[in-house]
């Protein structure tokens, strides 16, 4: 019989077992532990070796910590703040086009965020990006002129364009009025 020191680990096994619905000759067929002694270990009469914790881990598909009692700590959720005056912002030559750079530093080589906020008149040229890489533009406001390669298409508000962005490319407002839109650049 185990000590009190020791981790029980019997019933534990056994909870894991009948929620996957693993009868103990199944349980024994996955893990290569006799029947006779997954029901020992069970039922508290003995205390495995490593080697078979980490067979039944493998079988019941946990972590060997889970079954020896040790449990990961809790992630403490972060949220970070970044105010309006640390977000960084590009402007084109002619001022005409504001973009405000919301993704993450740390995510800027397969994710890239914007807000963009173009005057009348106002422009985003692009060279080619990297193979494979699309832009996602939704217009919050006005509406917007995207161009890829030869094809162009005005966005209206409310509504998404999605396009290869490894081709020249470029968003324009035309409108009379102000215009303004997320830009999400995945690569």
Same mark, same amino acid.
């Given at each position: 019989?185990?000590?009190?020191?020791?981790?029980?680990?019997?019933?534990?096994?056994?909870?894991?077992?009948?929620?996957?619905?693993?009868?103990?000759?199944?349980?024994?067929?996955?893990?290569?532990?006799?029947?006779?002694?997954?029901?020992?270990?069970?039922?508290?009469?003995?205390?495995?070796?490593?080697?078979?914790?980490?067979?039944?881990?493998?079988?019941?598909?946990?972590?060997?910590?889970?079954?020896?009692?040790?449990?990961?700590?809790?992630?403490?959720?972060? +949220?970070?703040?970044?105010? @309006?005056?640390? $977000?960084? %912002?590009?402007? &084109?030559?002619?001022?005409?086009? *504001?973009?405000? #750079?919301?993704?993450?530093?740390?995510?800027?080589?397969?994710?890239?965020?914007?807000?963009?906020?173009?005057?009348?008149?106002?422009?985003? +040229?692009?060279?080619?990006? @990297?193979?494979? $890489?699309? %832009?996602?533009? &939704?217009?919050?406001?006005?509406? *917007?002129?995207? #161009?890829?390669?030869?094809?162009?298409?005005?966005?209206?508000?409310?509504?998404?364009?999605?396009?290869?962005?490894?081709?020249?490319?470029? +968003?324009?407002?035309?409108?009379?009025?102000?215009?303004?839109?997320?830009?999400?650049?995945?690569?």
């Amino acid at each position: 019989m185990p000590s009190g020191g020791s981790p029980q680990i019997g019933p534990y096994i056994h909870q894991l077992r009948r929620r996957q619905g693993l009868t103990l000759d199944g349980l024994a067929k996955i893990s290569g532990v006799s029947k006779s002694m997954l029901s020992q270990i069970e039922r508290g009469q003995t205390n495995p070796t490593l080697a078979t914790v980490w067979a039944l881990a493998e079988a019941l598909k946990v972590d060997v910590s889970e079954l020896i009692g040790f449990r990961q700590p809790e992630k403490r959720v972060r +949220i970070d703040i970044a105010s @309006a005056s640390f $977000t960084p %912002e590009i402007r &084109t030559e002619d001022g005409r086009c *504001l973009l405000r #750079i919301l993704s993450p530093a740390d995510r800027a080589d397969s994710l890239e965020w914007y807000e963009l906020t173009f005057a009348p008149g106002g422009a985003l +040229i692009s060279s080619p990006h @990297a193979r494979g $890489t699309r %832009e996602h533009l &939704t217009v919050l406001e006005g509406s *917007l002129e995207v #161009i890829a390669a030869s094809e162009r298409q005005t966005v209206p508000l409310g509504a998404t364009a999605r396009y290869p962005a490894d081709v020249e490319h470029e +968003i324009r407002n035309d409108g009379p009025g102000d215009a303004k839109a997320l830009l999400v650049v995945t690569s």
